[in-house]
């Protein structure tokens, strides 16, 4: 599974300071998980990175290889769809299941990673922005309002 840890100073203190007072953060923490999932799928959708740059286009060598210029997928599919998250108080990781992912996510180069037909560019597509670290505070303040 590729993870990436995505502690803001915000993120960081608001979980600090509601943990400090001995509050159980398992429920938010699963909730901000499926928004997270969700996130990352509109990702595939919009075929963009967190910062919403748009990902690199299939090299020619690629697009014959696959039969198509759909980026990042492959007869399967499942880079677009297999994710997950595991939530706790203490915190909530999400990311992919699928083994390849984490050479999606950040590239790799052919003289790095011999196996590889080509170089293959950083198309990230796990990760936090602004709007998301809104979403998780948003989250946290909602669920500590009731």
């Known amino acids: 599974m590729i993870t990436i840890n995505a502690n803001t100073d915000a993120i960081e203190r608001?979980?600090?300071d509601l943990i400090s007072k001995g509050d159980d953060l398992t429920a938010p923490m699963k909730s901000i998980g499926e928004e997270m999932v969700n996130r990352t799928q509109?990702?595939?959708r919009d075929k963009?990175?967190?910062?919403?740059?748009?990902w690199?286009?299939?090299?020619?060598?690629?697009e014959k290889r696959k039969g198509h210029d759909r980026v990042l997928e492959g007869e399967s599919k499942q880079l677009a769809k297999q994710f997950s998250y595991s939530a706790s108080s203490e915190g909530v990781e999400w990311g992919s299941l699928m083994v390849y992912a984490t050479m999606q996510n950040y590239g790799g180069t052919k003289a790095e990673?011999?196996?590889?037909?080509?170089?293959?560019?950083s198309r990230e597509f796990i990760g936090l922005n602004d709007d998301d670290e809104d979403e998780v505070l948003a989250t946290l303040a909602d669920y500590f309002s009731l």
């Not at 963009?48 to 748009?54: L, S």
């Not at 990673?113 to 560019?121: K, R, V």
């Open 56 to 62: 690199a286009p299939n090299a020619p060598s690629t």
């Open 48 to 54: 963009e990175a967190p910062d919403g740059t748009h």
């Open 42 to 44: 509109q990702r595939f």
């Open 14 to 16: 608001a979980i600090t």
């Open 113 to 121: 990673f011999p196996h590889l037909w080509g170089d293959i560019p």
